[in-house]
């Protein structure tokens, strides 16, 4: 790899701030790259957008998103974007490797016990045929009960925030994942949901049993540094490189607070 390709970054998108989970991970895998982590707050949440103009925004945002970062790869660090997107932002920028964030039923289905598996996620996700089929291929011998939250990922930024949440709301989001079948309890957990693990200790806190919460930002790190050459150099960048974009222009205090504990520079 060149020095001048080894230069350009690694871009990480998410409809907000949900995708610094997959942040966190893939600089644990790839302390020798640069990343710009974008946030479409604008469109924030992505689950109440009708599917046609979700995708025609994304397809169009990433045109000026390549242009101006030209990134090694991509990461859509976003259930509900990448069971929608995924396919067409490859055939339309098809130098760009892109790597998606898709339910963890497979693992799930490797892993249950009990045989009961409930996928959390956002409406969006829940109501894809890509989610379907995942379970139709790789878990037709469980049962997996999907779970459609409104308000998880909302609660989850304003948990990173440091903002209050009630339990009492939590447990209302997450109650329904937690079923029995012929003396079987729901034993896994898919959180198919980038923001979702911001909450792990509360929903631990707060489930009725133990259950293994699964959370797949790891794996899509893996995945992303099995598509890029290795840097060569045996140096880290200075992180203060790093950068946050958001596409309202006008994160609140709490949030550039947070991309700095993150190392992010909010541009």
Not at 14 to 43: H, N
Not at 96 to 116: D, Y
Request: proline share 6%.
């Amino acid at each position: 790899m060149s020095e001048k390709a080894a230069d350009r970054p690694i871009l990480v998108f998410d409809s907000g701030i949900g995708g610094l989970t997959v942040l966190r991970e893939a600089r644990v895998l790839m302390p020798d790259r640069r990343f710009v982590y974008i946030a479409d707050d604008a469109g924030f949440p992505y689950g109440e957008w009708e599917e046609a103009a979700l995708c025609s925004r994304i397809v169009a945002m990433f045109a000026g998103l390549i242009a101006e970062h030209n990134p090694q790869i991509a990461i859509i660090a976003c259930n509900t974007a990448s069971t929608l997107v995924l396919d067409d932002l490859r055939a339309a920028y098809p130098a760009v490797p892109f790597v998606g964030t898709v339910p963890a039923i497979k693992p799930a289905a490797e892993r249950t016990s009990s045989g009961l598996v409930s996928v959390l996620a956002t409406p969006g996700t829940v109501k894809r045929a890509y989610t379907r089929d995942l379970i139709q291929s790789f878990a037709a011998r469980c049962h997996v009960r999907l779970v459609g939250s409104q308000n998880l990922a909302r609660m989850a930024e304003e948990h990173i925030r440091g903002d209050h949440i009630d339990d009492e709301a939590i447990r209302a989001e997450i109650g329904p994942c937690f079923y029995e079948r012929s003396d079987q309890r729901t034993d896994i957990v898919v959180l198919a949901c980038t923001h979702y693990p911001f909450l792990a200790n509360v929903f631990r806190r707060l489930a009725p049993w133990p259950v293994d919460w699964l959370d797949p930002a790891e794996a899509i790190a893996r995945r992303a540094l099995s598509l890029i050459e290795p840097d060569g150099t045996g140096t880290e960048p200075e992180h203060g490189d790093d950068i946050a974009i958001f596409t309202s222009g006008n994160p609140d205090f709490s949030t550039r607070r947070l991309m700095q504990g993150f190392g992010l520079a909010t541009v």
